[in-house]
């Protein structure tokens, strides 16, 4: 089930977060957050009356969606960078299809004129996932990530809303 998340499941937001900060390049965040971080980082998004959304099967989160501002000057108020994280569990198994139709539907009733997505490169499975939603590439910056003793490349996908 697909449904929008509610602070309390701060928790299991934050137990799939961290787990890419300690095992992954996909975010370049280096120190685990606090659950306290994750309530504030889901207010603030709230508070931009944008989706963050949760697929839950069992009462167990297993990844989230959402849509957060893209830059914070004026003009980029119609822009939103949108992000996607799914428990290690959950891989391969449609939830990013899933949470990403429900997060586009929901951007689609809003004041938004273009979502984009960073990328850390390469990675194929994210790649396709924005590509399958009509996303196209507009930006590749070449090494302006360091984690875990390598440089990392960042790609970016738009799409207009």
């Known amino acids: 089930m697909i449904r929008s998340a509610v ?3 701060a928790k299991a937001i934050l137990d799939i977060y961290n787990y890419y900060i300690t095992h992954s390049v996909v975010t370049f965040e280096e120190v685990e ?3 306290n971080e994750m309530v504030q980082r889901i207010q603030k998004v709230f508070s931009l009356d944008l989706p963050w959304l949760v697929a839950e099967e069992g009462g167990e989160i297993l990844g989230y969606a959402y849509a957060n501002a893209w830059h914070a000057r004026s003009a980029y108020q119609y822009s939103v960078e949108i ?3 799914l428990a290690p569990s959950a891989i391969s198994k449609g939830l990013g299809t899933k949470l990403y139709k429900e997060l586009f539907s929901k951007l689609e009733k809003t004041k938004v004129h273009t979502a984009i997505g960073g990328i850390a490169l ?3 499975a994210s790649v396709a996932l924005h590509e399958k939603f009509g996303m196209h590439k507009a930006a590749h910056y070449k090494d302006v990530g360091f984690k875990f003793d390598q440089w990392i490349d960042v790609g970016y ?3 207009l809303i």
Request: net charge negative; charged share 20%.
């Open 122 to 124: 390469p990675n194929e």
């Open 83 to 85: 992000s996607a994280y």
């Open 157 to 159: 996908w738009q799409i």
């Open 33 to 35: 957050i606090s659950v």
């Open 7 to 9: 602070l309390d499941d």
